[in-house]
């Protein structure tokens, strides 16, 4: 295995993907921890501590969908949701980049 912090980096960054595409935050990131997880050293902690991630926020924004009609409060969880899904993705990136495992919060455990 070797150590490649570079693709780490992007693994955490390509869940930003969505920004740009409207899809493909979860997609991009299940490729590369698929292809790469036997590759690099630390890829398999990072990639499933990412795929959870995403995974949480679908169900997070799926519970918010119902709550529209309660006051409204699913669109301030879209709002905190959606600055969650890009502040901790270039948060996480920068420790992948210093050798650290990033954990990201209010994951569940799908995949462990």
Same mark, same amino acid.
């Given at each position: /295995?070797?150590?490649?912090?570079? $693709?780490?980096?992007?693994?955490?960054? &390509?869940?930003?993907?969505? $920004? =740009?595409?409207?899809?493909?935050?979860?997609?991009?990131?299940? =490729? $590369?921890?698929?292809?790469?997880?036997?590759?690099?050293?630390? /890829?398999?902690?990072?990639?499933?501590?990412?795929?959870?991630?995403?995974?949480?926020? +679908?169900?997070?924004?799926?519970?918010?969908?119902?709550?529209?009609?309660? *006051?409204?409060?699913?669109?301030?969880? *879209?709002? +905190?949701?959606?600055?969650?899904? +890009?502040?901790?993705?270039? =948060?996480?990136?920068?420790?992948?980049?210093?050798?650290? =495992?990033?954990?990201?919060?209010? &994951?569940?455990? *799908? +995949? &462990?």
């Amino acid at each position: /295995m070797r150590q490649d912090n570079q $693709l780490l980096v992007i693994t955490h960054l &390509s869940q930003l993907i969505a $920004l =740009v595409t409207g899809f493909g935050s979860l997609l991009l990131p299940l =490729v $590369l921890w698929l292809t790469q997880k036997e590759k690099v050293y630390q /890829m398999d902690k990072h990639g499933k501590n990412i795929i959870n991630f995403q995974l949480s926020l +679908i169900v997070y924004f799926i519970i918010c969908i119902p709550l529209i009609l309660l *006051f409204g409060l699913g669109l301030l969880g *879209f709002i +905190i949701l959606g600055i969650i899904s +890009i502040v901790f993705p270039i =948060v996480n990136a920068i420790k992948a980049s210093k050798g650290e =495992v990033p954990t990201y919060p209010l &994951s569940f455990n *799908f +995949i &462990s």
